[in-house]
């Protein structure tokens, strides 16, 4: 949702290994984390070379040694998030053990995101902690991710702290290049973009205990003027319907009722397997999985989107009754501007049929305000279009230019100053949106997966299919559990409840 629900995760288990639970995986909760990785000792110097006295050639380390313990720092969408879930997989399939902080790791990754220029300044501001002489003497250090394709070598120039540099397209290659890292190379990249193989895992362990993501498509063969990530995740590729359906089912008998189907554009999924399934028949057999009882699917991209999700959604009371379509603007010019082939009246007509539903399906979108060339008119074009759909949440942001996109040839950006106003004039007209939209569920009775507990609170925390978050007096055995809870009070942003 929105891509941006996660602004920054950190994604560090420690108790991983005593919570079998939250990790599928071919042999799925009798996967030992701790067994010790077959390592191949002939990729590593008998003697290293700094105690023999002897100087390393500038390409190796004076280090080399077996990788132990890991920490993964993870940046952006969901899609980020569930890669370092399957990059953890790799690092647990080798033998290593994840550690609770930078400082005690042996190897510390950062998977990075760059779709705004804010999101590609964190990995410089957290790789300034291993400057030369500091904290990260010793240790091998990775960026992963977005930026890291984006700035490719120039990233050891740059933070010469850094021996790892890999973008998403050759996560496949993971193995072979920390092999390299072992063996005492000093800097290793992955940054060839020419793939269709997808990133698979033998094991995946997952973060959130309830909701496993699943990624079904990678890549973006869209050419917004806007975004980055054609040249950071390289071509579209989609898995093959049985492997997803086995996922899906793995994850069931791993105990998770809720699933994600990920991609960047999810919609364009393309069944290469013999099947070939539609998107929506992809959902409808996810949502037919025994043991299933909730299934979401972003980020969907208008131009794909198509009635027949509707009907899926209409006879599976599995698929949830939320949608998540960005719109990123009201205006015709600056969507044309934006290339993302649709107009403000085709994408009302996908709301409308979505409206047409049998069940209220609630709706969200992404925002961007102040794309270049766009004017006080076009910006109160997106208003008007926000006041039409009157959606349930809002994903809005500035304009951030991005190195090697269209979007320069397109005109002035207005300036920093007008784009802050616009953006609070906006979110200001959502945040009475959604006050009202939510006071209308006033006296409801709602069913939410509850998700956490706040003890200080004595609040349980859960979430309804249309993704809204509820409060209400619980304990801390409700969490994992599906209840019935009574809106009481209603939030731009949240509504309170009581259990019925
Ligand atoms: N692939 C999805 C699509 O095309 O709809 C969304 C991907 S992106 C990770 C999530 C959101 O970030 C976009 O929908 C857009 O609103 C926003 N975004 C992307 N590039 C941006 C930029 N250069 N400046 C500001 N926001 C941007």
Not at 179 to 195: C, F, P
Not at 224 to 230: E, L, Q, T
Not at 431 to 455: D, F, S
Request: aromatic share 6%.
């Amino acid at each position: 949702m929105g891509n941006e629900l996660v602004q920054l995760t950190v994604v560090n288990q420690p108790g991983l290994a005593g919570a079998p639970h939250s990790v599928s995986g071919a042999e799925g909760a009798d996967l030992c984390f701790s067994a010790p990785h077959p390592v191949n000792e002939s990729v590593l110097p008998s003697v290293i070379p700094a105690q023999a006295g002897i100087h390393p050639p500038s390409t190796t380390v004076p280090w080399a040694r077996r990788l132990r313990t890991f920490y993964i720092e993870t940046f952006g969408c969901q899609m980020n998030v569930h890669d370092s879930e399957k990059v953890q997989g790799v690092l647990l399939a080798r033998g290593m053990t994840p550690v609770e902080n930078h400082a005690q790791a042996d190897l510390v990754l950062y998977n990075t995101c760059s779709i705004r220029e804010k999101a590609a300044q964190k990995v410089f501001s957290r790789l300034g902690a291993f400057r030369k002489g500091s904290s990260g003497a010793g240790k091998v250090i990775g960026v992963l991710g977005c930026v890291a394709q984006q700035e490719g070598e120039r990233f050891f120039a740059r933070a010469p702290q850094v021996n790892l540099v890999c973008g998403s397209a050759s996560y496949p290659k993971l193995p072979q290049l920390l092999d390299q890292l072992e063996a005492g190379k000093r800097h290793v990249t992955g940054l060839s973009l020419d793939t269709d193989e997808c990133f698979e895992t033998e094991l995946t362990p997952r973060d959130n205990p309830f909701r496993a993501y699943l990624t079904i498509i990678e890549g973006c063969d869209q050419r917004c003027a806007f975004c980055v990530v054609p040249m950071t995740r390289g071509r579209q590729r989609s898995r093959a319907s049985e492997k997803i359906l086995a996922e899906a089912r793995r994850l069931v008998e791993d105990g998770y009722t809720e699933i994600q189907l990920l991609g960047q554009i999810v919609n364009a999924w393309q069944d290469p397997s013999p099947a070939r399934l539609s998107f929506a028949e992809l959902l409808s057999r996810v949502a037919e999985v025994p043991g299933i009882r909730r299934v979401r699917f972003t980020t969907s991209h208008p131009r794909f989107f198509s009635a027949d999700v509707v009907q899926a959604i209409d006879a599976h009371s599995t698929l949830c009754d939320q949608i998540h379509l960005p719109v990123q603007s009201g205006s015709t010019a600056v969507l044309a501007r934006m290339l993302r082939g649709y107009t403000r009246e085709e994408y009302l007509e996908k709301i409308r049929c979505i409206r047409k539903a049998r069940r209220a399906i609630s709706l969200s979108t992404d925002i961007i305000v102040g794309f270049c060339g766009e004017t006080r008119q076009d910006f109160e074009q997106t208003l008007s279009l926000m006041k039409e759909v009157e959606y349930d949440q809002v994903f809005s942001f500035k304009f951030s230019p991005r190195p090697n996109t269209l979007a320069e040839a397109n005109g002035d950006a207005p300036e920093e100053d007008e784009k802050g106003r616009r953006l609070a004039e906006l979110q200001e007209l959502q945040r009475q949106i959604q006050l009202r939209r939510n006071q209308a569920l006033l006296g409801e009775t709602i069913e939410v997966l509850v998700e956490a507990y706040q003890g200080r609170l004595g609040q349980a925390v859960g979430r309804s299919t249309t993704n809204r978050v509820i409060n209400f007096p619980g304990s801390p055995e409700d969490v994992g559990r599906y209840l019935a809870v009574k809106v009481t009070a209603a939030g731009p942003n949240s509504l309170v409840g009581v259990r019925e």
